[in-house]
Nanobody, 114 residues
Framework: QVTLVESGGGLVQAGGSLRLSCAAS???????MGWYRQAPGKQRELVAA???????NYADSVKGRFTISRGNAKNTVYLQMNSLEPEDTAVYYC?????????WGKGTLVTVSS
C-alpha cells in the first residue's frame, strides 16, 4: 500500500508559477509516477508522467510550461508549473503505479485567476 500526499496548490495569477509536491509513504524512485488533473465538469486527464527510467511525457497543453521531476529524497515527485493559465485551474492528483496497481493522492487545488 502506497500513500501519496500532494501539496503546493493555491491561488495564483495568470503567468505565475507553482510547484506541486507529492510525498509517498515509501520509496518511489523506481516506479512510474504521474500528475493528473481534473477541472470542474471535466474528466481527469494526464498532465505529466515520469517512467522508472526517468523518461518524461507531457500533455500537449502543458509542454514547455510544466516539468515533472523526482526529488533527491527517493519518495518525492514534483511538478513545476510555469506560465500558468486560467485553463490550468483544476485539482491536481499524484499517481503511482506499483506492481500493476494504481495509487492516488487526495489532490491539491490549483486556481489560476485571469
Amino acid at each position: 500500500q502506497v500513500t501519496l500526499v500532494e501539496s503546493g496548490g493555491g491561488l495564483v495569477q495568470a503567468g505565475g508559477s507553482l510547484r506541486l509536491s507529492c510525498a509517498a509513504s515509501e520509496t518511489i524512485f523506481n516506479i512510474p509516477m504521474g500528475w493528473y488533473r481534473q477541472a470542474p465538469g471535466k474528466q481527469r486527464e494526464l498532465v505529466a508522467a515520469i517512467s522508472s527510467g526517468g523518461s518524461t511525457n507531457y500533455a500537449d497543453s502543458v509542454k514547455g510550461r510544466f516539468t515533472i521531476s523526482r526529488g533527491n529524497a527517493k519518495n518525492t515527485v514534483y511538478l513545476q508549473m510555469n506560465s500558468l493559465e486560467p485553463e490550468d485551474t483544476a485539482v491536481y492528483y499524484c499517481n503511482a503505479i506499483r506492481l500493476g496497481k494504481d495509487y492516488w493522492g487526495k489532490g491539491t487545488l490549483v486556481t489560476v485567476s485571469s
